[in-house]
């Protein structure tokens, strides 16, 4: 199992040592805002970094993708947090957030098992875009409390006056380096330069820090069971957050390694990854971390930066566990104005912006969806974004292709008429379909073409049948031909179900043969 990880398809160990060192330091600031967002102290989110970083580096099915805390998950996690401390006190809420992310991470590892990863394939272009604008839109939102005066994790009112200004000044010159460094220089992150100017800068400007609200000081992570009471009232409490929680981490991280395969022209394996976050929240849960999920800037840094194996993500994980371990005193001075500088620049650049381009050049329902999607992402949460927007995508292609069941004459004769059939036949165009035919009209036998045609679920065979009743009742006969292999089988599954009757010059229809009650014509 082991020698996977040092298996080397493209790059060099160079590349993967280098890449990992870049992106550990791109994880700290992440690590410790994301901590932030979530309201738990931020040695937690440091915690995080490292275990599922190392876990998913090392076991997971995408080499070369980054996983850590995560923006998308502390967005869920602070609601869960606030009602815990209403609960149990002060304090409660991160312990019971711990409980949420081990049970997280038993969903997505049955996930796995089940093989249901492949289920991001049903996840729409639309959907994509309004899940990253719903998400950045949240991002910012969640940094605005940083404007609020602070004392410890009490949160007070609006800064005012110098303080104000102070704290803008700061966030304004971190985005600004953040953007200019780039064109100067691509050699170190942009995000961790910013971060050390602005430290620099507060010496002269004094403002919030980390270590003011709380240190990072830390030593190697150790095991802890979460502090709550194990019973069925604080399961039925914390089972909707873990939902939650692990739909949305299992979704970024899916979309995530798409992204990542189209970039290196590669194939990871969903399931596998879905089993190693898994495991990793687990780990992450029992050890005092608040969980994690795949994170695509930090993905495309290390990817960037040359990591295409495993050691990238492994290299990364241990380094990020030597800033926690020594580095903890440098870690205390950073402001609190550079974090939220850093993750402004993260929402902005997850924003979608394409998506406002797309306004008058696609069909509105795709728009439509886009909106959609961001809208619920912003108001409940993202999971049930992206489950609605799905359902929404799908029916509107179901009222699109409802009108698209096309009829012709192929051949009209005094005692017979065919008939070409085309488009989908299914619960949405059935009613469509019947009423294109007039059985008082039509000779004494019609046949119908479905060499065009397919025939999707039930409803379809049911359409058929009760035409063939139509037609019955009249006095005359209709037959099908030209049915595929797939629509032969859901007939012979329907059984007494549904009867029609099959032309006997039907090449195709290969379930004539099988025993089904069919009506052949001589």
Same mark, same amino acid.
């Given at each position: 199992?082991?020698?996977?990880?040092?298996?080397?398809?493209?790059?060099?160990?160079?590349?993967?040592?280098?890449?990992?060192?870049?992106?550990?330091?791109?994880?700290?600031?992440?690590?410790?805002?994301?901590?932030?967002?979530?309201?738990?102290?931020?040695?937690?989110?440091?915690?995080?970094?490292?275990?599922?970083?190392?876990?998913?580096?090392?076991?997971?099915?995408?080499?070369?993708?980054?996983?850590?805390?995560?923006?998308?998950?502390?967005?869920?996690?602070?609601?869960?947090?606030?009602?815990?401390?209403?609960?149990?006190?002060?304090?409660?809420?991160?312990?019971?957030?711990?409980?949420?992310?081990?049970?997280?991470?038993?969903?997505?590892?049955?996930?796995?098992?089940?093989?249901?990863?492949?289920?991001?394939?049903?996840?729409?272009?639309?959907?994509?875009?309004?899940?990253?604008?719903?998400?950045?839109?949240?991002?910012?939102?969640?940094?605005?409390?940083?404007?609020?005066?602070?004392?410890?994790?009490?949160?007070?009112?609006?800064?005012?006056?110098?303080?104000?200004?102070?704290?803008?000044?700061?966030?304004?010159?971190?985005?600004?380096?953040?953007?200019?460094?780039?064109?100067?220089?691509?050699?170190?992150?942009?995000?961790?330069?910013?971060?050390?100017?602005?430290?620099?800068?507060?010496?002269?400007?004094?403002?919030?820090?980390?270590?003011?609200?709380?240190?990072?000081?830390?030593?190697?992570?150790?095991?802890?069971?979460?502090?709550?009471?194990?019973?069925?009232?604080?399961?039925?409490?914390?089972?909707?957050?873990? /939902? #939650?929680? %692990? @739909?949305?981490? $299992?979704?970024?991280? +899916?979309?995530?390694?798409? !992204? =990542? &395969?189209?970039?290196?022209?590669?194939?990871?394996?969903?399931?596998?990854?879905?089993?190693?976050?898994?495991?990793?929240?687990?780990?992450?849960?029992?050890?005092?971390?608040?969980?994690?999920?795949?994170?695509?800037?930090?993905?495309?840094?290390?990817?960037?930066?040359?990591?295409?194996?495993?050691?990238?993500? /492994? #290299?990364? %994980? @241990?380094?990020? $566990?030597?800033?926690? +371990?020594?580095?903890?005193? !440098? =870690? &205390?001075?950073?402001?609190?104005?550079?974090?939220?500088?850093?993750?402004?620049?993260?929402?902005?650049?997850?924003?979608?912006?394409?998506?406002?381009?797309?306004?008058?050049?696609?069909?509105?329902?795709?728009?439509?969806?886009?909106?959609?999607?961001?809208?619920?992402?912003?108001?409940?949460?993202?999971?049930?974004?992206?489950?609605?927007?799905?359902? $929404?995508?799908?029916?509107?292609?179901?009222?699109?292709?409802?009108?698209?069941?096309?009829?012709?004459?192929?051949?009209?004769?005094?005692?017979?008429?065919?008939?070409?059939?085309?488009?989908?036949?299914?619960?949405?165009?059935?009613?469509?379909?019947?009423?294109?035919?007039?059985?008082?009209?039509?000779?004494?036998?019609?046949?119908?073409?479905?060499?065009?045609?397919?025939?999707?679920?039930?409803?379809?065979?049911?359409?058929?049948?009760?035409?063939?009743?139509?037609?019955?009742?009249?006095?005359?006969?209709?037959?099908?031909?030209?049915?595929?292999?797939?629509?032969?089988?859901?007939?012979?599954?329907?059984?007494?179900?549904?009867?029609?009757?099959?032309?006997?010059?039907?090449?195709?229809?290969?379930?004539?043969?099988?025993?089904?009650?069919?009506?052949?014509?001589?």
């Amino acid at each position: 199992m082991f020698s996977q990880w040092f298996q080397k398809k493209r790059g060099t160990w160079r590349d993967d040592a280098l890449a990992g060192l870049t992106t550990a330091l791109a994880l700290v600031p992440g690590s410790i805002a994301f901590a932030f967002v979530a309201g738990v102290p931020p040695i937690a989110g440091l915690y995080a970094g490292f275990i599922v970083c190392l876990i998913t580096a090392a076991f997971g099915g995408r080499p070369g993708m980054i996983s850590s805390a995560a923006g998308s998950l502390a967005v869920v996690m602070v609601a869960l947090v606030n009602a815990g401390n209403e609960r149990g006190g002060p304090g409660a809420g991160f312990e019971y957030l711990l409980l949420a992310v081990i049970l997280m991470g038993g969903l997505q590892v049955l996930v796995g098992v089940l093989r249901l990863g492949r289920l991001i394939r049903l996840v729409p272009h639309p959907v994509m875009m309004g899940f990253v604008n719903g998400l950045a839109i949240v991002v910012f939102l969640s940094q605005l409390r940083m404007f609020r005066e602070r004392d410890g994790a009490v949160v007070g009112d609006w800064l005012k006056g110098a303080e104000l200004g102070t704290m803008c000044g700061l966030v304004g010159l971190t985005m600004a380096i953040v953007y200019l460094l780039p064109r100067f220089t691509k050699k170190v992150p942009s995000s961790l330069v910013a971060i050390v100017v602005v430290s620099l800068v507060a010496f002269v400007l004094p403002t919030l820090t980390v270590g003011d609200l709380s240190s990072v000081r830390g030593a190697f992570p150790r095991p802890h069971l979460p502090g709550v009471p194990l019973d069925l009232e604080t399961l039925r409490f914390v089972a909707p957050y873990a /939902v #939650i929680l %692990a @739909l949305v981490g $299992l979704i970024e991280t +899916l979309m995530t390694l798409q !992204l =990542i &395969d189209e970039m290196t022209e590669t194939r990871g394996r969903g399931n596998c990854e879905c089993v190693a976050l898994g495991v990793a929240n687990i780990v992450a849960g029992a050890f005092k971390a608040m969980g994690g999920c795949a994170l695509v800037g930090e993905s495309l840094i290390n990817i960037g930066s040359g990591g295409r194996g495993r050691m990238s993500g /492994v #290299i990364a %994980a @241990l380094a990020l $566990l030597v800033f926690i +371990l020594v580095g903890a005193p !440098l =870690i &205390d001075r950073i402001p609190i104005a550079a974090l939220t500088g850093v993750m402004f620049v993260v929402a902005i650049a997850t924003f979608e912006w394409a998506s406002f381009r797309t306004i008058g050049r696609v069909a509105a329902s795709d728009g439509l969806v886009v909106v959609a999607v961001t809208v619920i992402t912003v108001w409940q949460d993202l999971a049930m974004a992206v489950i609605s927007g799905v359902v $929404l995508s799908a029916l509107v292609f179901a009222w699109k292709s409802a009108r698209f069941v096309r009829l012709s004459v192929l051949e009209d004769a005094p005692e017979m008429r065919i008939y070409r059939v085309e488009g989908l036949l299914y619960f949405g165009s059935v009613r469509d379909f019947a009423e294109k035919f007039d059985p008082a009209a039509d000779p004494s036998r019609v046949v119908l073409d479905f060499h065009e045609a397919r025939v999707c679920d039930l409803s379809g065979l049911e359409a058929l049948k009760a035409l063939a009743g139509r037609y019955r009742k009249v006095g005359k006969v209709l037959e099908v031909r030209h049915l595929s292999p797939d629509c032969g089988r859901m007939l012979e599954r329907a059984g007494d179900l549904v009867r029609v009757t099959v032309a006997e010059d039907d090449p195709q229809y290969l379930v004539a043969r099988l025993p089904v009650k069919v009506e052949r014509v001589d």
